[in-house]
């Protein structure tokens, strides 16, 4: 089980001095489809489950040499994921693309670095707000999810937080990356990255965006931050989000930018990046994909999203009922998280 108290400890930084930097955190949008068979998508009626937690932390630190920059504790996979090596292959490449010490900037280092892993090196160019142009970088990844899993191809969602620095200065930042992946021996390869795309932010924050990101009982990441203050989440998702805050807290993985444009392995669009979704991975400070978190916690979750307006709910169960006859739904690509989807 995977140590979550260093992210609870750090969720200040999260909500509010990561959102400083967070218009930096854009690059590619994504081009996609996300888990064969779901029922995620504005016309989706389709069946979705949460990938695995965040992984269990281990003793060692990631490669940095500086005295300014936090340590970051590379992700690794914990009990309850389905396929891990697959989101263990993604996390690797995002750690090693925005992690360096100094003399390590640069898209030359960090194609040397990508290499280094038995990946194509010209990944590195598809690496977008991962290579600030700093003297030494460190990633560290809040959490890896899917966007898709099918029996040769994936999509992991690594959303991750980044400080670089040059000097004494030090930026705050981070993003989501859509990792594509496909089946191949010894491990699976990646095929592309395509970095979240938040949009500049509105210029006037939206009253209910602002009340959510002002919530201590929600945690957001870089990009889902960057979501928000752009005005194109839809209200549906942001009064959920606050209503939902009442009985439980909880930490949001991905909610617009960094998610497939489509339900992966189908043609269908996805809510997310219109602005009518949300992902949901801790819950109360339990991952949703660990085994050893109570069943009845996610389920509860998964029916008091639904009370608040969500027509498509998928997680790792199937909760009885629903008012509509699909309006829940589990399959591998959700076993990992909570997904709550609106139609406007």
């Known amino acids: 089980m995977r140590d979550h108290a260093p992210l609870m400890r750090r969720r200040a930084v999260l909500v509010g001095g990561l959102g400083v930097a967070l218009g930096a955190a854009c690059g590619c949008s994504?081009?996609?489809?996300?888990?064969?068979?779901?029922?995620?998508?504005?016309?989706?009626?389709?069946?979705?489950?949460?990938?695995?937690?965040a992984g269990a932390p281990t003793t060692t630190p990631l490669p940095t040499a500086s005295a300014t920059l936090p340590?970051?504790?590379?992700?690794?996979?914990?009990?309850?994921?389905?396929?891990?090596?697959?989101?263990?292959?993604?996390?690797?490449?995002?750690?090693?693309?925005?992690?360096?010490?100094?003399?390590?900037?640069g898209p030359a280092a960090a194609r040397e670095r990508v290499a280094?892993?038995?990946?194509?090196?010209?990944?590195?160019?598809?690496?977008?707000?991962?290579?600030?142009?700093?003297?030494?970088?460190?990633?560290?990844?809040?959490?890896?999810?899917?966007?898709?899993?099918?029996?040769?191809?994936?999509?992991?969602?690594?959303?991750?937080?980044?400080?670089?620095?040059?000097?004494?200065?030090?930026?705050?930042?981070?993003?989501?990356?859509?990792?594509?992946?496909?089946?191949?021996?010894?491990?699976?390869?990646?095929?592309?990255?395509?970095?979240?795309?938040?949009?500049?932010?509105?210029?006037?924050?939206?009253?209910l965006a602002g009340r959510v990101l002002a919530e201590?009982?929600?945690?957001?990441?870089?990009?889902?931050?960057?979501?928000?203050?752009s005005g194109s989440v839809h209200d549906s998702v942001l009064?959920?989000?606050?209503?939902?805050?009442?009985?439980?807290?909880?930490?949001?993985?991905v909610v617009r930018s960094g998610h497939p444009l489509n339900v992966f392995g189908t043609d269908r669009p996805s809510d997310h990046p219109a602005g009518r979704a949300f992902d949901t991975w801790q819950i109360d400070g339990h991952a949703v994909v660990d085994p050893a978190t109570p069943r009845d916690l996610v389920e509860g979750f998964m029916r008091a999203a639904a009370a608040a307006g969500s027509y498509n709910v998928g997680g790792p169960l199937l909760p009885a009922g629903g008012a509509t006859a699909n309006q829940f739904f589990t399959d591998d690509t959700h076993h990992d998280h909570v997904h709550a989807g609106f139609l406007s």
């Open 30 to 53: 994504n081009g996609g489809s996300n888990g064969a068979g779901s029922r995620e998508g504005a016309t989706a009626t389709t069946s979705p489950a949460p990938p695995g937690p």
């Open 239 to 253: 009064q959920a989000m606050l209503t939902l805050a009442g009985p439980y807290s909880f930490q949001v993985s």
């Open 71 to 105: 340590t970051a504790t590379p992700w690794r996979p914990g009990p309850g994921e389905v396929q891990p090596d697959v989101k263990l292959r993604a996390v690797e490449l995002i750690e090693a693309l925005g992690t360096w010490g100094p003399g390590g900037q």
């Open 216 to 229: 201590p009982r929600i945690v957001l990441p870089p990009a889902a931050v960057a979501d928000l203050r």
């Open 116 to 207: 280094a892993l038995g990946l194509p090196p010209q990944l590195a160019d598809q690496a977008g707000p991962l290579l600030p142009a700093d003297a030494e970088a460190v990633v560290e990844v809040i959490d890896a999810q899917y966007g898709g899993i099918l029996a040769d191809s994936a999509s992991v969602l690594v959303v991750c937080r980044q400080w670089s620095a040059t000097g004494s200065a030090v930026t705050a930042g981070g993003t989501t990356v859509d990792v594509r992946l496909s089946a191949a021996s010894p491990r699976w390869t990646v095929t592309a990255l395509h970095p979240a795309d938040p949009g500049p932010a509105a210029p006037q924050l939206p009253a």
